[in-house]
């Protein structure tokens, strides 16, 4: 018997925006990847579950969850479905999907040669969200400069693009150096402070807490 805990359903939450598969593993750590391959989350949780296994529809599974004011999950000794009650008594069976026709990854990342460091808030970051639905432009553009670092929400590619500038605070190796993140890209769990980490090699880290960090592949 296992019951989820609410760090564990907001990741799932937050993981179910990125790609709707998932496959659980016996560790304690979940990892998803977006269908495209350019967006990869990992998170610690507390739940042990006692095999791997497969959901497919990740949005469907934490409806299905929220049926419950708060479920016990109990697994099936054949690894075929998961059965969902609460304390009168109502209950779901929820069948698995084999993992091998799901989008997932295995992939542990390092860093490579990290140039630039900065961190962005909570209401930076929706500053960002917010110049980009209204500006209709879907990148991030941070500039390295020897006076500093510059973020841009812009339409890479029109030199006519309205533009939404500021100053973030972190150090850099590299002068004048240009990355370019997709904003649609920036999926992640709502928390009080950002860490970004950029390699020469055009990859991001971001670290929102202990427990969770995410992988980005930026634009060229």
Known sequence: ??????????????????????????GKELKTVSVSKNLMGKAHIVEKFPYEFGIYDLNEFMGV???FEDPDLQFDDNKKFVVLTDANGASVKYFFSDIEH????????TLPDVSCKFNLS???????????ATLKADSLIVKTTPT????????????????FSFDVNGTSNNDNSVFKFSISNFKFVNTDNYEFEISSKHIASVKSSDDMQYWLALEK
């Open 102 to 109: 799901l989008v997932t990854s295995d992939a542990n990342i």
């Open 65 to 67: 969850m929220g049926m």
């Open 148 to 163: 500093g670092i510059k973020a841009t929400v812009t339409e890479d590619g029109n030199p006519t693009s309205n533009e």
């Open 122 to 132: 909570l209401d930076q970051l929706n500053a960002i969200r917010r110049a980009s």
């Open 1 to 26: 018997m296992v019951k989820l805990s609410k760090h564990t359903v907001d990741v799932l939450k937050n993981f179910a925006s990125i790609n709707s598969n998932i496959a659980f593993s016996t």
